[in-house]
Nanobody, 122 residues
Framework: QVRLIESGGGVVQTGGSLRLSCTAS????????VAWFGQTPGNEREFVAA????????YYSPFVKGRFAISRDNDDNTVSLQMNNLDPDDTGVYYC???????????????WGQGTQVTVGQ
């Protein structure tokens, strides 16, 4: 079991960057595949990116591919999401999730953080 905490959200202008972090406050993140999901206002949570437990595989939503990069440091118990060239459509709450399975749906992940708010201004 693992407890996840997200950080790094904030307010940026269009074209700006943010780096989100997902840290295990209890337990260890290394045995799990980890994903980021985003929930924009009025919409359901959607897949953003995922990374395998050994960092050998990454997977991105087509809406963020080329702009966002997911990485992990198992020694630091952290998974990061570098968000570049942000657009107002990226505004929302971003959640990290960990699980034994691998994929782009919520059902494949067992542990979730509370989320961090990202707001992109015009």
């Amino acid at each position: 079991q693992v407890r996840l905490i997200e950080s790094g959200g904030g307010v940026v202008q269009t074209g700006g960057s943010l780096r989100l972090s997902c840290t295990a406050s209890a337990g260890t993140i290394s045995p799990y595949n980890v994903a980021w999901f985003g929930q924009t206002p009025g919409n359901e949570r959607e897949f953003v990116a995922a990374i395998s437990r050994d960092s050998m595989h990454t997977y991105y939503s087509p809406f963020v591919k080329g702009r966002f990069a997911i990485s992990r440091d198992n020694d630091d118990n952290t998974v990061s999401l570098q968000m570049n060239n942000l657009d107002p459509d990226d505004t929302g709450v971003y959640y990290c999730a960990a699980g034994a399975q691998w994929g782009n749906t919520e059902d494949e992940y067992d542990y979730w953080g509370q989320g961090t708010q990202v707001t992109v201004g015009q």
